[in-house]
C-alpha cells in the first residue's frame, strides 16, 4: 500500500466497484427464494437483496486486493529473501475496521426494521397450533375447533402461527411465503410442549403449497410435509365446517410415537 501510486489506487477503486455492480446484477436477478406467495415476502427478498448487494462489495474488495497482492509482489524467481518488515499503516487500518462496522451495525438495524414490520400482529389474525413430531404435522384451530393435518387458510388473512414440537426440533417453512420459524421441545419430560414458538405470516396468493419440515429431525425427515392449502374465504369455511371437530377426549393424531397424547387436550382448553 506504502508504495502504490495514487493512479493504482483508483484504478482498484474502479475494478472493486466494476466488480461489485457487475457481480450484484448477476445475484440479486437469480430468484433464489422462489414464487411469491405472502404479503411479507418482498420485504424478506428486498432485505435479500441489500445482503448480497454489501457481501458483494466486500467480495469484490478483498478479491481485487489479493489478486493484485499475488501479482504484483510475487517473488522472482530464485528469490529466498525474507519479506520487508512492515510496520503498518494506520488509516488503511482505520478504514477496514470503520467500513464492516458500519455495514453490520446498518444491516443490523435495517433486519431489526424488517423484522418488527414483518411480524407486527393484525388485529384480525387467524391463530392456528401447529404441532410437529416425527415425521408430522398436525394444525389446530382453536376459533373454528377444527383439527387437521392439512394446513387450510383464507387468503388475505394473517396467520398467527403457535408452534410446538413434541419429540426433537422441528421447523416449519413454506418455501412461497418466506418466513422460517423452529419448533422446541420444551420440557424433559416426553410430551412436554411448554416452549410456544409464533411466527405471522399472509398469505396473499391462492394455491397449494407443502409445509415443509426444514430441521434434520431423524430418519424420516425428508417426508415431513403436510400441504398447505390457501383458498377463498368461503371456501375455507365450508372446509372448516366440513372438517371433524375436536373431540373432548382425545387422542393424538399423526404419526409415531404417541408422545402427543394428553397434549391435545392441553391445546383445546388452553
Ligand atoms: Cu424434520
Known amino acids: 500500500m506504502k508504495d502504490m501510486s495514487r493512479a493504482t489506487f483508483f484504478k482498484l477503486t474502479g475494478v472493486a466497484l466494476a466488480l461489485t455492480v457487475i457481480g450484484s446484477?448477476?445475484?440479486?436477478?437469480?430468484?433464489?427464494?422462489?414464487?411469491?406467495g405472502s404479503t411479507e415476502k418482498g420485504t424478506i427478498e428486498t432485505?435479500?437483496?441489500?445482503?448480497?448487494?454489501?457481501?458483494?462489495?466486500?467480495?469484490?474488495?478483498?478479491?481485487?486486493?489479493?489478486?493484485?497482492?499475488?501479482?504484483?509482489?510475487?517473488?522472482?524467481?530464485?528469490?529466498?529473501?525474507?519479506?520487508?518488515?512492515?510496520?503498518?499503516?494506520?488509516?488503511?487500518?482505520?478504514?477496514?475496521?470503520v467500513v464492516p462496522t458500519l455495514i453490520v451495525v446498518g444491516l443490523g438495524v435495517y433486519s431489526t426494521i424488517a423484522l418488527n414490520d414483518i411480524e407486527a400482529e393484525a388485529a384480525d389474525s387467524m391463530e392456528v397450533d401447529v404441532t410437529a413430531q416425527q415425521f408430522a404435522w398436525r394444525f389446530d384451530y382453536p376459533e373454528q375447533?377444527?383439527?387437521?393435518?392439512e394446513l387450510h387458510v383464507p387468503v388475505g388473512?394473517?396467520?398467527?402461527?403457535?408452534?410446538?414440537?413434541?419429540?426433537?426440533?422441528?421447523?416449519?417453512?413454506?418455501?412461497?411465503?418466506?418466513?422460517?420459524r423452529d419448533l422446541v421441545p420444551g420440557s424433559d419430560l416426553p410430551g412436554g410442549?411448554?416452549?410456544?414458538?409464533?411466527?405471522?405470516?399472509?398469505?396473499?396468493?391462492?394455491?397449494?403449497?407443502?409445509?415443509?419440515?426444514?430441521?434434520?429431525?431423524?430418519?424420516?425427515?425428508?417426508?415431513?410435509?403436510?400441504?398447505?392449502?390457501?383458498?377463498?374465504?368461503?371456501?375455507?369455511?365450508?372446509?372448516?365446517?366440513?372438517?371433524?371437530?375436536i373431540p373432548k377426549d382425545n387422542v393424538s393424531t399423526g404419526a409415531a410415537g404417541g408422545n402427543g397424547a394428553g397434549v391435545y387436550n392441553d391445546q383445546v382448553t388452553k
Open 47 to 97: 432485505l435479500l437483496n441489500v445482503t448480497i448487494v454489501l457481501s458483494t462489495f466486500v467480495f469484490s474488495v478483498v478479491m481485487t486486493m489479493l489478486v493484485y497482492a499475488v501479482w504484483k509482489y510475487r517473488a522472482k524467481p530464485g528469490d529466498e529473501s525474507d519479506g520487508e518488515p512492515i510496520h503498518g499503516n494506520t488509516k488503511l487500518e482505520i478504514i477496514w475496521t
Open 193 to 245: 410442549d411448554d416452549i410456544d414458538n409464533t411466527v405471522r405470516v399472509t398469505p396473499d396468493v391462492e394455491g397449494r403449497y407443502s409445509v415443509v419440515c426444514t430441521e434434520l429431525c431423524g430418519w424420516g425427515h425428508a417426508t415431513m410435509r403436510a400441504a398447505a392449502v390457501v383458498e377463498s374465504p368461503d371456501e375455507f369455511d365450508a372446509w372448516a365446517a366440513d372438517q371433524e371437530k
Open 145 to 149: 375447533g377444527v383439527t387437521s393435518n
Open 157 to 180: 388473512t394473517q396467520l398467527d402461527l403457535h408452534l410446538t414440537a413434541l419429540d426433537v426440533l422441528h421447523s416449519f417453512w413454506v418455501p412461497e411465503w418466506g418466513i422460517k
Open 25 to 36: 446484477l448477476i445475484m440479486v436477478n437469480i430468484n433464489w427464494m422462489g414464487l411469491d
